[in-house]
Nanobody, 117 residues
């Protein structure tokens, strides 16, 4: 499977961005689609994920109440709506597919998100 993330960019603190990730093949109900990020000099970290079948969502403490994950099954696409962005949200954001909410087997290329203060 190939995962194509898009929607990154430069935004001021307090602003919003929506990332999209389109899969090259069907996403099944047993899959979990996740978003991760990696800031310069830091390890990649979990941001959030969604169970494709149930639609249950999971978030890291640092983004819950600000970020929201949604899906569009017909397009095999997952979204990450990011609101009230902070400079510490600056990172390369990756989408991934896995079997549980906190790990992934297949990774897409990243999209850069930069939040200016």
């Amino acid at each position: 499977v190939q995962l194509q993330a898009s929607g990154g960019g430069l935004v001021q603190a307090g602003g919003s961005l929506r990332l999209s990730c389109a899969a090259s093949e069907r996403i099944y109900s047993s899959h979990v689609m996740g978003w991760y990020r990696q800031a310069p000099g830091k390890e990649r970290e979990f941001v959030g994920s969604i169970r494709w079948g149930r639609g249950s969502t999971y978030y890291s403490d640092s983004v819950k109440d600000r970020f929201a994950i949604s899906k569009e099954s017909a397009k095999n696409t997952v979204y990450l709506q990011m609101n009230n962005l902070k400079p510490e949200d600056t990172a390369v954001y990756f989408c991934a597919r896995g079997r549980d909410p906190w790990s992934a087997d297949f990774w897409g290329q990243g999209t850069q998100v930069t939040v200016s203060s």
